[in-house]
């Protein structure tokens, strides 16, 4: 392909070939910090392509590919090129990674301890974690969380993260304005602007956690605690993995695990604040 | 160099493997994942020489393959508890019968839907029993419904509600409009046993499923995997038994699939270094548009030769039926569009 980077993410190594300069170039400010092996074999390949020859400079759509297509993906405008790099970076990992169980879930670590935040988008697990990463955890990713079927420890995959319409204004009020990426306005999933993890965040990305906390948040109504059940905690996290029935019984062992050691809650908070102290709260209990 | 050569010369042994750069590496590992053999190439390469990383991908597709085949072969035998009350005998066919047979081309081998052959004198109450052990509908457009059922060698596609796992119920292995008529029969009648107990073809009807698949019936899409089935399949049934290509002949004969068979024995040859007997060591210039057609592919897994494809796939419509009805399927296919 005409321009191409790679990536390294947690354990993934990226190939990102694309027809435009523009998302490989912002690809490469957006992970510029982080650790480059040029000498290792990408394990994923991600391909930004114009479906017609002219629609390289016609009006500019950005279509997705890779190693695994899904076949009626929209194309972006190439405005959105960045967007597209990351959703393919994402589709790749999704549909081909076999090392691990893929949750969809966010992640923080502290004490070489995990909490997992899984839910919808939209139940503020990603700002959540980006806030909690600002403070004195480690942010280990804002998309997947990584479970080790053999050990049973969590693993970051720490890609910048995603915040979406109001988190945008609250991080950046937070945060050096170099670490955040260009604002993607009025994409498929509203506003959009990445902020790059701290640095120690990024350096400490292969370092395992072991899990202490699953959280399901909720954003949005009066703040609760409400204690999950294993079941319950269990059947989520299978509709939140994207590989558990591929893995078979190896996964199914891996789940069972981590839903019978680790306490889950479920949450619900009105603003960040609140978010954050009910996090603390129950880390506190939990690893009591 | 391109990848997809590189590929096919890492099957062949005609490359070492401790030889490739990291740049070929990745080429060939998206090349072989874009043609569904990743794992396949994990396997012939178990005990090769490899950088550290590519050694773990490699570790990875091999243990996920095997769950793969494990969820492809329990879902056979849901397919049996659900046909055999009723006394409906099938035969595996493809991928899960390569895995119920263990034989040398499953290692690894990806494994989509469940492919079982009936009688055609079976194939309604196949379908009402599927249809009562949970399987449904894919399709629920009515054009292609009676399409499949005037003119293909198979139901319309089902799926399982719980499974989510799809299954095709053929009663021939080539459309009934194509301009070949294997004897189907035959297929069902002369079906071998596995120590497992599921229905398989024999022998030299797998050989020829394989090569009609490949050759007589698509666009070639996938055409390097289904390749590498038939190099393993003839190249371990002739280690077996010294008569086998001559049998392979008379069988294909009776199939009227002769050409197909040869050409996939020619390719074989030509691609991973099969060594064929002497009737079938020949050269076809034709050949030379299926060997482009198989390495149609750049560094990026991307298609390339668009005019080639093109090509291939309009012959494959060509091949399944008769000039009008592909000129009516052709303009009512278009309408909906």
């Known amino acids: ?288 | 160099m391109s990848a997809v050569q590189t590929l096919v010369d890492l099957f062949a042994g005609r490359r070492d493997a401790a030889t490739l750069a990291t740049g070929e590496w990745e080429g060939v590992i998206g090349v072989a994942r874009t043609e569904a053999m990743l794992a396949t190439l994990s396997h012939r390469l178990e005990a090769a020489d490899l950088p550290p990383t590519v050694a773990l991908l490699f570790a990875d597709q091999r243990a996920a393959a095997q769950v793969a085949q494990d969820q492809a072969l329990w879902e056979a035998e849901m397919a049996r508890r659900a046909l055999a009350p009723e006394g409906i005998e099938f035969v595996l066919l493809k991928g899960t019968a390569y895995a119920a047979a263990g034989l040398s081309c499953s290692a690894g081998r990806q494994i989509g839907d469940l492919d079982i052959l009936v009688l055609a004198s079976d194939i309604r109450r196949a379908e009402n029993e599927l249809l009562e052990a949970g399987w449904e509908w894919v399709k629920s457009d009515p054009y292609d419904d009676h399409y499949y059922r005037e003119h293909m060698h198979e139901l319309p596609p089902l799926i399982h509600k719980a499974r989510d796992r799809m299954i095709d119920v053929h009663h021939t292995i080539l459309p009934r409009t194509h301009r070949i008529t294997p004897d189907a029969l035959s297929l069902v009648s002369d079906a071998v046993t596995t120590a497992g107990g599921f229905a398989i073809l024999n022998p030299e009807d797998m050989a020829c499923h394989c090569a009609a698949h490949m050759l007589a019936d698509g666009d070639l899409q996938g055409g390097l995997r289904n390749l590498w089935d038939f190099h393993c399949l003839t190249r371990d049934f002739a280690a077996a038994d010294a008569g086998f290509w001559g049998k392979l002949d008379a069988r294909a004969d009776l199939h009227g699939l002769r050409a197909p068979v040869h050409r996939a024995a020619r390719l074989a040859r030509d691609l991973y270094a099969a060594e064929l007997p002497s009737g079938w060591d020949r050269q076809e210039s034709g050949d030379i548009w299926y060997r482009r057609r198989l390495f149609a592919r750049d560094d990026w897994g991307r298609p390339t030769n668009f005019a080639l494809q093109q090509a291939f796939y309009i012959r494959s419509h060509w091949l399944r039926m008769p000039p009008q009805m592909l000129a009516r399927h052709l303009w009512t296919k278009w309408r909906k569009r």
């Open chain 1, 1 to 288: 392909m005409r321009y191409s980077t790679r990536i390294a993410v947690g354990p993934v190594q990226f190939r990102v070939g694309s027809d435009w300069r523009e998302p490989v170039a912002a690809l490469e400010k957006l992970y510029a910090g982080y650790p480059q092996d040029d000498t290792r074999p990408a394990d994923a390949t991600v391909r930004l392509f114009a479906a017609r020859p002219w629609r390289r400079w016609l009006r500019p759509s950005v279509h997705i590919g890779g190693d695994f297509v899904v076949p009626d993906a929209l194309p972006l405008p190439l405005s959105m090129g960045l967007l597209a790099a990351e959703m393919g970076m994402n589709l790749q990992v999704a549909l081909g990674w076999r090392r691990h169980m893929l949750l969809h879930a966010s992640a923080v670590a502290r004490g070489g301890r995990a909490v997992i935040m899984s839910g919808e988008s939209g139940s503020g697990k990603s700002t959540l974690a980006a806030l909690l990463g600002e403070g004195d955890w480690r942010l280990m990713g804002d998309e997947f969380t990584l479970l080790d079927p053999a050990s049973g420890d969590a693993l970051a995959f720490p890609r910048a993260v995603s915040l979406k319409n109001e988190a945008i204004a609250e991080m950046a009020t937070r945060v050096d304005a170099a670490r955040l990426g260009p604002l993607l306005a009025g994409t498929p999933k509203g506003d959009i602007r990445h902020l790059i993890p701290r640095p120690d965040a990024i350096a400490a990305m292969h370092e395992p956690a072991r899990p202490a906390l699953i959280l399901f948040p909720r954003f949005g109504g009066e703040a609760a605690i409400e204690p999950m059940g294993e079941g319950e905690a269990f059947v989520r996290l299978t509709e939140a993995s994207t590989n558990y029935i591929a893995l078979g019984e190896p996964g199914f062992a891996a789940l069972t695990r981590l839903v019978r050691e680790t306490p889950a809650f479920g949450i619900a908070y009105p603003d960040s604040a609140t978010g954050m102290a009910l996090v603390e709260q129950l880390w506190a209990e939990a690893v009591r």
